[in-house]
């Protein structure tokens, strides 16, 4: 789960980082209330659950209350990579002399946590790993022993980061280890950590992914998921209990058992080619029922990218007449005349197959391997495109 910048400053707060406590808005009246409490100039901030807001035009500095208002009417609403922004955070604006990355993550490799620091901040530390790797400092963290005071000096001399900043830098990187650990944190990460022209060290914005599988135990943080921020479909997947990644392609799947899901996207790939492949990972589980069929369609049907669906069913605990009728049932709910290829194996295939059969829907037809099925929903997604172009 993702904490928006707030939470996850206010977090850093309470771990004894420093930050500019600022408020948040939902509607330009309130930007102003907030600019005018914190007292100009401040920054107004989207709060959005991407990265990159800077460049999107979702950070700007107000020198009056009424600027602040103007920038929230303009942010709030915004689009930034298809999230839409309903909050924003209102900052005292800092005077930056420097800006610093500092991150912790886990190193599955390593098997441990790794904190890296950097010079270049302000930007993504993808970007830094990508063209200038040697501007980012590592230090692996092991978990018996925690963050050890030589390895945070380690990370600033390996930033070249001004002597007198060391001592308080360190104990900020020790914070945020700390914050990591007690939040059962995936991610946490200070980008940028800024020096200002006073000569202070401040967290200026602030990401923090939790570890679902442990949500059960950290409830203060749980009930900071803001469902209105995430994609919808998302949420909805959650919901139903179904595992959902979205992709770019054209071909829905509707798998059960995530490794079956796998091969099915590898499959619509491999014919495919560079044009065609899965809109997404979907694992709708075992023995799902015919209600969590319905709702993954519903879902895989929202994504306008989709030209075709492919279901891959492998009917173990699953049984495919469960499944079928849940197929039925969701095109009920909801229409579509999308070419749609089944596959049923399995308990109660025979049966499955039957029930699709009968109901004599022209856009369903079934395939007897992956092979086929793969070929077909390929097919009929280049089909598709093909008349989308020609209709252009
Ligand atoms: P991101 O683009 O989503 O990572 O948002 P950030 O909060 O990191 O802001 C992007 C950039 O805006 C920062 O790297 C800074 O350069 C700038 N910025 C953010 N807050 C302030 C501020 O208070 N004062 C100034 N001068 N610049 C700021
Ligand atoms: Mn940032």
Redesign the pocket.
Known sequence: MNLH?YQSKFRFAEFGIPI?KGKTASTPQEAYEAARELGCPV?V?AQVLV?????AG??K?ARTPEQAEDHANAILGMKIKGLTVRKVLI??????AQ?IYLGITNDRAAGRPVIMASSE??IEIEQVARENPDAIAREHIDPFLGLLDYQARNLASGINLPHEHWRVFSRIAANLYRCYLASDAVLAEI??LVITGENQLIA??GKMIIDDNALFRQPQLAEMRDTDAEPKEETLARAAGISYVKLNGQIGCMVNGAGLAMTTMDMTKLYGGDEIGPANFLDIGGGAQASKVAAALRIILDDANVKSVLFNIFGGITRCDEVARGILEALNEVPSSLPMVIRLVGTNSEEGRAIIDNANIPNLSSAATLTEAAKKAVEAARKALAADKGAQ
Do not use: F, S
């Not at 990265?51 to 460049?55: I, L, T």
């Not at 900052?91 to 930056?96: F, G, K, T, V």
């Open positions: 910048e500019l920054v901030k990265g990159g807001r800077g460049k979702g950070v500095v900052d005292p604006a800092a005077n930056i800006e901040g302000g980008n940028p200026l914005d």
